[in-house]
């Protein structure tokens, strides 16, 4: 494999917690060198046959969105393993964590041999599965967890189908922790957020939509906390986008126990009066939080107290959106706009470019034991290379997904990923 030599770079390093010029070495598919000077003149004193000018471009790990929902099996016209790996090459995303919320639902072994032999054949990014915890993702009978482990599930979790029956919960949650299995939890009270299409307040009841109280975020965090106190399970709270869940969240965490916590990027970046006139493709699950949830959330996130930041990736047909809000189905595609949609936050001044991919690219990681995330010579060589100041505005069908709801249609945007390399191979870019 032909070494390459990527300089005139400014490394975003989230380990180190550093922005600088420097240079970087691929060798062999993994980091080979990194330097804060000047590369050499003569890149064959580095062993390198190809040279890349990065133009003062930033070079950072290749994203780990955590949670991305792909629609094989059973709904691929909605989006298959190629086009998502398509959208996440674009995106500078170079790992996938995939839900298990599928038609059916990711609950066998034989499931999800199905998952990695498909995304080796056609995803060109790197693929890992979640897997459900409970069968059908039904709530009533937990899964062979120990099997899917051994067939390659990463975690568990039953996505956004909120298991009621606190005992067949707990039970799961002891059996995980057994076999040191990680457990991703979404935290909500599932009969007072049942059939919710906004967050309770004066915006819902104008619009007359069904809604929900941040309450019921808050009951559920409370739940699943008490619950790992009890059983000593690893839990990740996938969604966590109000202020009042964010004091149980502290405590679990100055109390010791094994829980972390994540926020898509689109309750980092947009709130409930962006719904505006029942635009649906502004629907998620959880619904959009009113500003001063969101507020509370990136400080959150900026400290350390929220770890993971992703696009919860949920592709939609037209057909499922193009119905009134209420029926409308609730979700957004997000691989292709984490990254630009993220560097809102570095525009505002909200956090720093080592702090967007600590959270987007090593805590993920870390959490989850793969091996990304980092910048540290040895690591694959899994890279994306962007320009944190170019602006566009985003046009849909111009996206690689198959699917095309996302809310930021037409939005201003600065960020634009001028190269992709998974295990040192570049798969989006030519500059």
């Known amino acids: 494999m032909t070494a390459t030599l990527i300089e005139n770079a400014r490394l975003i390093d989230p380990e180190a917690g550093t922005d600088a010029p420097g240079w970087l070495l691929i060798r062999a598919g993994r980091i080979a060198a990194v330097g804060r000077e000047e590369a050499p003149q003569g890149a064959e004193e ?23 929902k792909i629609g094989e099996p059973g709904e691929r016209h909605k989006e298959s393993f190629r086009s998502a790996g398509r959208a996440a090459a674009a995106g500078g995303v170079t790992t996938l964590v995939t839900r298990p919320d599928t038609a059916p639902p990711l609950d066998t072994p034989e499931a999800l041999e199905f998952v990695r032999r498909r995304a080796a054949e056609a995803a060109g990014v790197r693929i890992h599965p979640m897997a459900a915890l409970t069968k059908g993702c039904a709530g009533a009978e937990m899964t062979e967890i120990g099997f899917l482990m051994d067939a390659g599930a990463v975690a568990f979790t039953d996505a956004f189908h909120v298991t009621a029956e606190t005992r067949i919960l707990s039970r799961a949650l002891a059996y995980a922790r ?18 919710a299409a906004a967050t309770s307040g004066k915006f819902a009841t104008l619009k007359g939509l069904p809604a929900v109280s941040p309450m019921a975020e808050r009951m559920g965090i409370d739940r699943d906390i008490a619950l790992v106190e009890m059983t000593g399970a690893a839990v990740h709270f996938d969604q966590v986008t109000t202020a ?54 990136v400080e ?25 809000f209420e029926e409308a189905a609730a979700g957004a595609v997000g691989l292709e706009t984490l990254l630009p949609a993220a560097l809102r936050l570095y525009h505002a001044g909200a956090l720093d470019l080592p702090a967007l991919f600590r959270a987007m690219a090593l805590t993920p990681a870390r959490r989850l034991g793969l091996e990304a995330g980092t910048l540290a010579p040895g690591a694959p060589a899994d890279l994306v290379l962007f320009d944190p100041d170019a602006p566009f505005v985003l ?36 500059a």
């Not at 390198?48 to 994203?63: F, N, S, T």
């Not at 898509?264 to 001063?292: I, M």
Request: net charge positive.
């Open 178 to 195: 057994g076999l040191g299995a990680l457990v991703v939890a979404h935290p909500q009270e599932p009969r007072l957020s049942r059939g």
């Open 244 to 297: 009042r869940a964010l004091p149980p969240l502290e405590r679990a965490k100055r109390n010791g126990f094994d829980v972390t916590a994540g926020v898509s990027v689109h309750h980092l970046t947009l709130n409930e009066l962006d719904v505006a006139d029942y635009r649906t493709f502004f629907k998620l699950t959880p619904p959009l939080r009113a500003e001063d949830d969101r507020s509370a959330v």
């Open 46 to 68: 580095h062993g390198a046959e190809e040279r890349i000018d990065a133009r003062g471009h930033c070079l950072a790990p290749g994203i780990v969105d955590w949670g991305v």
């Open 395 to 430: 046009d849909r069908w111009t996206m690689q997904s198959k699917s095309k709801n996302t809310p930021f249609d037409g939005a201003r945007l600065q960020g634009r990923v001028r190269g992709t390399w998974v295990g040192g191979r570049r798969i989006h870019g030519d």
């Open 300 to 324: 959150a996130l900026r400290s350390g107290l929220i770890d993971v930041l992703c696009s919860m990736h949920t592709p939609q047909d037209e057909e499922s959106k193009r119905l009134p």
